[in-house]
């Protein structure tokens, strides 16, 4: 998407860098910021996949809508039982995911949801893609002893549907998946106000030097393990 800024890993269409996160008076770039330019490329390659074209377009039918929801409870259960087991190593970040940005129990609605859809009920239960299995074994892996590389994860996931959920709901509703299967894309509090606390949240993390770079390659392969998640699902639809 031309001219747009990226937020996790979409591309936020319309947009351009906002002067947030930009640093402190010594030229030091904030983590967000550096989360953001690292990831440049990861973005395009995510955005690159047919199945995301088809996700944003109104091209997917409510069933792989509903295996696709499948794949993501696996990988957000991990992310967020990793951040309950201990929420005060990301400060006001692990409040955020405990709070307005939890994602688990709306995820659940829209597959019960589904579930009773006659288009995709048998989809709402599908098996769990190995990309899907291996993106959570991963957050686990990571989340039980590197704060820093679980914000990481953190950064990826929930401001990228943040960022780009709006425009994913819209195309879902023109393929006919009703509002009561879209919790997944409302959120208590105005997307953009929860956009702006994630991104300070992080720069208020107490990071500096390598480990706020090993914060951007764990980002990186967690771009990557979406990725590879997208593809799996792309080859389901075929």
Not at 8 to 36: E, M, N, Q, Y
Not at 200 to 212: I, S, V, W, Y
Request: proline share 5%.
């Amino acid at each position: 998407m031309r001219g747009a800024r990226c937020e996790g890993w979409w591309r936020v269409p319309g947009t351009t860098t906002d002067g947030s996160g930009t640093g402190s008076a010594t030229g030091t770039a904030a983590l967000s910021a550096l989360l953001r330019a690292g990831t440049a490329d990861d973005h395009r390659a995510a955005e690159s996949v047919p199945f995301v074209d088809r996700l944003v377009g109104g091209g997917l039918a409510p069933g792989e809508y509903a295996r696709y929801l499948r794949q993501l409870r696996v990988v957000y259960a991990a992310l967020e039982r990793a951040v309950d087991a201990a929420p005060e190593r990301l400060g006001p970040l692990g409040a955020l995911v405990a709070g307005p940005l939890r994602r688990g129990p709306a995820l659940a609605a829209d597959l019960a949801a589904l579930a009773g859809d006659a288009g995709a009920g048998g989809d709402a239960a599908a098996p769990v893609l190995p990309a899907a299995r291996e993106y959570a074994d991963r957050v686990d892996a990571v989340g039980r002893t590197d704060p820093g590389a679980l914000a990481a994860h953190v950064y990826t996931r929930y401001l990228g549907d943040l960022a780009g959920g709006q425009v994913v709901a819209a195309g879902l509703r023109a393929t006919g998946v009703g509002d009561a299967a879209l919790a997944f894309y409302r959120f208590d509090a105005p997307v953009p106000v929860l956009r702006r606390q994630v991104r300070e949240a992080l720069d208020a993390l107490p990071l500096a030097g390598a480990a706020r770079a090993a914060v951007v390659v764990e980002a990186r392969r967690a771009f990557d393990h979406n990725r590879l998640l997208l593809l799996a699902l792309g080859r389901q639809g075929t």
